[in-house]
């Protein structure tokens, strides 16, 4: 009501007219029946997660041994990509060649360089995410904590 009553003070502002009065705003129907307030969604509904893949997050499938050395940078990176200065297109095509060819050639572990607070941050997670790149990966780190600019990623093996 409040609120209302301060749209009604405005004026609209007009290039190259005099400035003229807003019409009044329609009043809200009042309901004879109080209805209960809506409750909020249960937690987790509704909402993306944060990392589509579970970045930072052991996968099943994976062996304790082999998620705590790959999660602690004990399992070096064996091929790097940096997309410093790409667009977001070069960079999801790049992104898509450098894990196939990683694959092909049998590398266990690479890392993709996006840089901190960058587009392609987040937006590296989701590409990862999609159909024919999800199914060469494994798992997915940040290899520091303190950098989310960075993604380490372990590729599935090939089988013979």
């Known amino acids: 009501m409040l609120w209302a009553a301060y749209g009604r003070t405005l004026t609209r502002l007009l290039p190259g007219r005099t400035h003229l009065p807003l019409p009044p705003a329609p009043a809200a129907p009042v309901s004879s029946t109080l209805s209960p307030p809506?409750?909020?969604?249960?937690?987790?509904?509704g909402r993306a997660p944060a990392h589509p893949l579970g970045v930072n997050t052991a996968p099943a499938g994976l062996d304790k041994a082999t998620w705590k050395k790959f999660r602690d940078n004990?399992?070096?990176?064996?091929?790097?990509?940096?997309?410093?200065?790409?667009?977001?297109?070069?960079?999801h095509t790049e992104v898509r060649q450098f894990l196939s060819h990683a694959h092909v050639a049998g590398l266990r572990c690479v890392e993709i360089i996006t840089g901190n607070?960058?587009?392609?941050?987040r937006e590296l997670?989701?590409?990862?995410?999609?159909?024919?790149?999800?199914?060469?990966?494994l798992a997915v780190v940040h290899p520091h904590k303190a950098n989310s600019g960075a993604l380490r990623i372990l590729l599935r093996r090939t089988r013979a």
């Open 74 to 91: 004990r399992i070096r990176a064996e091929a790097r990509l940096d997309l410093h200065g790409h667009t977001a297109t070069h960079a």
């Open 38 to 45: 809506a409750l909020p969604p249960p937690r987790g509904s």
């Open 117 to 121: 607070g960058a587009i392609l941050a």
């Open 125 to 137: 997670p989701h590409w990862l995410d999609s159909p024919p790149l999800r199914a060469l990966i």
